[in-house]
DNA sequence: GCTTTTGATGCAATCGATTACAATCATACT
DNA sequence: AGTATGATTGTAATCGATTGCATCAAAAGC
């Protein structure tokens, strides 16, 4: 592969020419930089990004770290910003940390190691090295939160509205009658899931109902929500309504709910939270919460671009709209 | 962040031992490595992979094109390759290709700049510079072709044996007593779907049911499924199986089956092809295919490993074992 | 006790770009 | 004509690592 020298010789001109022609080409005049070019074409020259990241210290990649990329709602996110990025310049470097602290921490260091420009993750935790930045650099830290919202953390972030979003749920629940819901949260570590307990909750209380209402968490799996889903029809018969904080838990819900012999909608609604691309090809069509994942991923992304140019953002944590999407699942009261 | 230089500094000894330590650590002596450790992990030094990468054109970087990362069969396959990538030492850099030429040839650049070490590509193309990559260095090029097998690339791939497990899919169609059986391809421009309809053929031409067969083919997304499946059921009456050639066209034809008030399987049977994570959720479950994502994605990082260690393959045509998973998406014929 | 071998470390070139500064030359101005 | 101005281009330092070769001291061999 040639490299700048070789174009230099091939145009007869200095590397510092070649140079410019690729990166500022209004200062060189213009027989020079066709000159150049040809050369460039001829050799099929492409520069070297080490060698002007090494330069520069700026690498135009940023990493994405995600507990699960299988999961269909992070890799519509990601998806989104995998475009977003593209079209601004950068690549992607991918991480799945399977939702492991250490695999966070090894992805971390790989923003001090210089080899991405900046970092979006989607869990909840903010690896330690990154946290450091954080206080060193205030705003100015190239990282961005996608998903959760934890202001604690002091970093820029991208997210609905969770607690509203649950609320609005658990209130169209309310609204066809029922009375005993059950709530399957997911892990309440992360703070997503604790605003979407804060939200339901409110929603219970504003209808009454706050002491019939029974929570167990789940960790967003299809199987947990199955085990969750169980256990709540084992011990309380009178349930006729669960509510799931994720899709996935939701398809696990609704195939426990079969296995106890009830049917859906009508012994046991059931509402999830998400929307991914197969809940309406369920059966019956899962009710939920939509959220605009692809969106969210090219927020990220733009609001980590912004960081990067130097640009004060206008605001640090973007709130994006859900919308509760009604379908067969939920039904009224038996 | 620190350098390798600061390092040297405060353990009092040259740059080339501080590296030595970090690379070849039993070359240099234990109170020299211990002292030399000691400032490292004092000063929290990161070695910048980018210098490492300039002299050493090696980058720990393997570049993952797909044509669509929210599919959640090319994300289990990424998983995979993901895991294997990170067990391995190197990261991966993913790229959503939509399908688009012109991206994949974006990315293949990624080569030639020395971005990344090696390319994985899950798509049927392969763009003119790794084209031309693999004429150079025949078979220590480090391009590896996960899922489609295309002999004529002379590429290493990584693949179940598609026309064999279309074969059985359908022979077992037929052996339920269907006659007229719909098949939905995915791109015919994909050889993977090619064999798949070759493996079709043959089973429906041993079941001397070869001119009961019809056609259509789809681009492997759930609207496609759907539209297929639509046509087929308006244009033949007599039709009572269809088998998609992915699980996501099969979720299409269950609604068009739906929507043409027909029922599944008491109607019309229904095969997909994948395996993916909600197949066995839908209802009725599907009857399916299954290929083993993550193992081929694990698969293709392996070999890539292999030839960039400069080790010759074993095989580089790796074919791993399907599964039919039979669910009662698919009945006796009425 | 003197030479040879071995082990440990340092010196300095190198990878391929970018860019501050210097040099050159043509044009413009007085 | 003589110098100032501005437009181009070249020179060389620099980014942060790696590594072949030289160096030097200690151990081994005779």
Redesign the interface.
Known sequence: ?ANIQDVANAAGVSTATVSRVLSHPAVVAEPTRIKVLRAVAEL?Y??????K??RTTK?S?ILITVP?????FF??V??GA??AA?AAGY??????THGEEH?ENEYA??L????ADGIIFLGHRLPTSLQEMVNRLGDKAPIVNGCEFSPELGVASVHIDNSAAADHAMSLIFARGHKCVGVVTGTLRSPLSRDRLTGASAAARRFSAIDQLKVMSGDFS?ESGARAATTLIDQWPEMTAIFCFSDEMA?GA??AIRAAGKRCPEDISLVGFDDI??SQ???PPLTTVSQPMEQIGRGTVELLVEILAGRPLHTRSVTLPHQLVERASLGTAP
């Open positions: 592969m099929e492409a520069p070297n990004n080490n060698a990241s090494l690498t990649k699960n990329i299988s999961n269909p890799s519509s990601i998806r995998e475009q593209q690549a992607v470097l991918l991480g799945d695999r260091t790989m001090n190691r210089k080899e299809i398809i609704l195939s691309r197969y090809y369920l059966d």
